[in-house]
């Protein structure tokens, strides 16, 4: 799908495990600008194709904390970097400040400093002769939220919040109600918290509909905004000054899994590589490596990747015949992950058939569950409702948190994913008695009688 903004069309890249969005804009003279772009060149390049256009600037609001950029992949394929001169990036690139201005052959770029999801965020207003086509807003002003402004560090998140208030009311709000915006972070995004699942929005609708920006003032502001915070995975604190140094490029086709025999799994996995198994949650039930950790190939793994493995750890994938093994590769790189030596050749029936043991995670249904019931969804997740006497442990948390809960446990998410990734750090640890519940507190909840606790 394709926007069309005053003759300037504007095609949206959305990544959906991660909740962001990329956009490509056609520049009418058979260039393209690419905004906010991820690792992976691919989507971008693709569009530009299809459309026979070359990418001719790779344009960044601000340093990510939750993607590794893609912009010195674009100009590794001959494309401008346009970015904020504040951030202090390492690698060649324009930098620009408040007020500055690049010529696109026709259009406008115009950079508006809107400090506050980071010190160095940059919007960007695309114009047509003086008419306002569009706005980038970055992590700035999003659908029906704004941005974090705690991933600096603790002691700087109420000062940012404060600077983003201004930014919005003297920098975004002044602008025409009419002006359609394009924010990056969005739904799904641990950048932000917005409330549907909409990518685009206008600075009138925001004035009309947005929480925050019905805060009567900023310590109304400084308040609901910092009151909303939840957890964030712990690459964040990592990925900015990956991106502001530059990382490796990697190219259009990323390098393949390298087959890996039974013994030399083993012998990694003894020297201290991480065994990952991204198999389907049923699949690794009936049988994995020990000390094998489940994180199932879907559009979120690479949140839990980045938030459950440390960034240097060497590690080994185990794969059913038919997944995707590129997407795998793809997944880790956007997230800083480097080390990827292969994966187990042959899958978990070559593992059995070399005669060593397997481990087995009985599944019981929601609405079946016995024991001590851990629940590992996030927060605001479990505040709306859970089973009565649940613990309750962010699966984010889990590796730090201790269970002192004697018998057996029952690890419950919303369908499974993540209770089976819980039950497989539990197990590394030792612990055995263990099942996962498949399926979630609205399923036990369906059963008659059977009532969901809310708050904490």
């Known amino acids: 799908m394709s926007y069309e903004e005053g003759g300037v069309q504007i095609t949206p890249v959305v990544d959906e495990g991660l909740g962001n969005a990329s956009y490509v804009v056609d520049l009418g003279d058979g260039r393209a600008l690419v905004v906010d772009p991820s690792r992976d060149p691919g989507p971008y390049l693709g569009v530009a194709t299809d459309r026979r256009l070359v990418v001719a600037y ?22 401008q970097v346009l970015a904020s001169a504040a951030a202090g990036s390492e690698f060649p690139h324009h930098g620009l400040g408040d007020g500055d201005e690049v010529d696109l052959g026709g259009l406008r770029l115009r950079a508006l400093a809107t400090p506050g999801h980071t010190p160095e965020h940059l919007s960007y207003l695309l114009l047509d002769g003086s008419e306002p086509v569009a706005l980038f807003s970055g992590g700035s002003l999003l659908v029906g939220a704004v941005a974090r402004t705690d991933l600096i560090t ?53 004035k009309a509909t947005n929480p925050l920006l019905a805060a009567p003032d900023e310590d109304a502001f400084v308040k609901l905004l910092l009151g909303g915070l939840g957890s964030y995975p712990s690459y964040f604190l990592r990925l900015r000054e990956v991106n502001r140094r530059g990382p490796a490029v990697v190219g259009w086709e990323p390098p393949p899994l390298e087959p890996l025999e039974v013994r030399d799994v083993r012998r990694l996995a003894d020297t201290g590589a991480l065994v990952v198994d991204v198999r389907p949650v049923a699949v690794f039930a009936t049988g994995h490596v020990p000390g094998s950790l489940s994180i199932q190939l879907r559009d979120q793994f690479a949140t839990w990747l980045g938030w459950l493995v440390e960034p240097e750890r060497p590690l080994v994938f185990v794969l059913d015949h038919d997944q995707d093994r590129l997407d795998v590769v793809r997944q880790a790189l956007k997230v800083g992950y480097e080390h ?13 058939a070399a005669g060593l043991p397997l481990r087995r995670v ?35 948390s889990l590796s730090k948190s201790a269970i002192s809960a004697a018998g057996p446990l029952t690890l419950m998410c919303g369908h499974g994913e993540r209770a089976m990734t819980a039950a497989s750090i539990l197990a590394a640890t030792g612990r055995q008695d263990m099942a996962v519940a498949v399926g979630g507190p609205a399923d036990w909840a369906a059963a008659p009688g059977d009532r969901l606790a809310t708050a904490g």
Request: with cysteine; hydrophobic share 40%; proline share 7%.
């Open 58 to 79: 790779a344009l960044e609001t601000h340093l990510h904390a939750d993607f590794v950029s893609g912009s010195r992949e674009l100009a590794a394929n001959g494309a």
């Open 340 to 352: 990827l030596i292969g994966e187990l050749a042959g899958g978990i029936e070559a593992w059995e």
């Open 362 to 396: 009985p599944l019981v249904p929601a609405a079946g569950v016995t024991g001590t019931v851990v629940d590992v969804r996030q927060d605001a997740e479990y505040a709306t409702g859970h089973l009565p006497g649940a613990v309750h442990i962010e699966l984010g």
């Open 154 to 206: 603790p002691d700087r998140t109420e000062e940012l919040a404060r600077r983003l208030w201004r930014s919005l009311h003297e920098r975004i709000l002044v602008l025409p109600d009419a002006l359609p915006v394009y924010p990056t972070h969005g739904a799904g995004s641990f950048c932000s918290a917005p409330a549907g699942d909409e990518r685009t929005t206008t600075i009138g609708r925001e």
